[in-house]
Structure formats: structure tokens, C-alpha cells
T-cell receptor, first 111, second 112 residues
Framework: DAGITQSPRHKVTETGTPVTLRCHQTENHRYMYWYRQDPGHGLRLIHY???????DKGEVSDGYSVSRSKTEDFLLTLESATSSQTSVYFC??????????FGPGTRLLVL | DQQVKQNSPSLSVQEGRISILNCDYT??????FLWYKKYPAEGPTFLIS?????DKNEDGRFTVFLNKSAKHLSLHIVPSQPGDSAVYFCAAKILGSYQLTFGKGTKLSVIP
């Protein structure tokens, strides 16, 4: 398995609070992605990065921001969490922008 | 507008028989296709891929078939094993892009 870790693995928070999820890779891959998985929706892209400090929006980016200051770390921030952001969040990495390899996921519950 | 469709939410197959998972796409610009397997409480795992210049790719018990004219691909698992029980996602990539578009998944249950 590709060296990808996500932290925290589980989080419970309250509506209106900021939340930051971290993705860390040891593979030195250029591309990193954040997805959310919800029942009936499959995997939907939130944001992605194609290099340090180079990021772009995905399909469901509203309410989320990202930052990548180092190759190995990609942070996803919910500025003010809402109940609709309760989901399972997956980070993925890719060396060439083709096949992606996924982390173990973070389960987020917003009360 | 769903560009990658997995029309069967679930599939049950007897152990030892063939499992066939289907995926349809609408965007003719897709040039690379992938299948992922996902167990509960784990991240998706890459299974097999196929380029649009091929019509078949095989890896052990797993074979992916691509029919470009029908915009259809399928994943065959032979023989099916109980450990294959998982959700399978089809994904596609446009030439020159580095994003994947995923289907909603098909839950495969292999019955011993």
C-alpha cells in the first residue's frame, strides 16, 4: 500500500466550529486529492493539488478550503462546519495524475 | 449530470461462479478507466485499469473489458471468492486531466 495516513481518523464536532483534516504521504507523489463519500453519491472530489501551493476546486468545493505548503502534506479545512458536511473523507495521491491511491479515511460527524 | 454510471447498486453471486460488474459512461473524452474495491471502514483500493487503446486487460482473476463504441466497460471476476465481497467503483479520466470521475458503486456479495 502507498504510504498515506489521515488524521484524525474519527472526529465529532459541533456546527459552526472550524475543522482541519490532515493527509500525509511518504511517496513524494505530485498530486493529492480530497474526496467525500456519502451514501448514494459514491466518491466526489472536493479539492485537489498538482504541486506545492498549487490547488484547484473539485465538484463539491463549497464550504471547504485546502492548503499544501509541503509535498507530503495536504490539509482540508471546513471553515464553519455544517451538518451537511458529515461524511467520510478520503485523501488520495497520484504520481502522474492517473491511478490514485487512497488513504484509510476520516469519519466526521457534525452535530 | 452523471458521466459514469453503475446502474446495479448490488449484485449477489455464488462462490466459484463469475461476477460481472458493469459501468457505462457518457463522455467520449474519457481515455483511461479504473476499478477500485472498497471494504467497509477502509479506503478504496486500486484493482485494475485499462487504456482506451485496448479492449481487454487481465490481472489474475480480474479482467476488464472496454467497448468504446457502446461506452461500456465491465469487470469480470473468475472464480468469485467470499473475500471479493465489497463495493466496487468504476472511475474514468479524460486525456490530459488528472481528475477521476467515479460511479456510485456496486456492492458485490459472494455467497459461500
Amino acid at each position: 500500500d502507498a504510504g498515506i495516513t489521515q488524521s484524525p481518523r474519527h472526529k465529532v464536532t459541533e456546527t459552526g466550529t472550524p475543522v482541519t483534516l490532515r493527509c500525509h504521504q511518504t511517496e513524494n507523489h505530485r498530486y493529492m486529492y480530497w474526496y467525500r463519500q456519502d451514501p448514494g453519491h459514491g466518491l466526489r472530489l472536493i479539492h485537489y493539488s498538482y504541486g506545492v501551493k498549487d490547488t484547484d476546486k473539485g465538484e463539491v468545493s463549497d464550504g471547504y478550503s485546502v492548503s499544501r505548503s509541503k509535498t507530503e502534506d495536504f490539509l482540508l479545512t471546513l471553515e464553519s462546519a455544517t451538518s451537511s458536511q458529515t461524511s467520510v473523507y478520503f485523501c488520495a495521491i497520484s504520481e502522474s495524475g492517473g491511478t490514485q491511491y487512497f488513504g484509510p479515511g476520516t469519519r466526521l460527524l457534525v452535530l | 449530470d452523471q458521466q459514469v454510471k453503475q446502474n446495479s447498486p448490488s449484485l449477489s453471486v455464488q462462490e466459484g461462479r463469475i461476477s460481472i460488474l458493469n459501468c457505462d459512461y457518457t463522455n467520449s473524452m474519457f481515455d483511461y478507466f479504473l476499478w477500485y474495491k472498497k471494504y467497509p471502514a477502509e479506503g478504496p483500493t486500486f484493482l485494475i485499469s485499462i487504456s482506451s487503446i485496448k479492449d481487454k486487460n487481465e490481472d489474475g482473476r480480474f479482467t476488464v473489458f472496454l467497448n468504446k463504441s457502446a461506452k461500456h466497460l465491465s469487470l469480470h471476476i473468475v472464480p468469485s471468492q467470499p473475500g471479493d465481497s465489497a463495493v466496487y467503483f468504476c472511475a474514468a479520466k479524460i486525456l490530459g486531466s488528472y481528475q477521476l470521475t467515479f460511479g456510485k458503486g456496486t456492492k458485490l456479495s459472494v455467497i459461500p
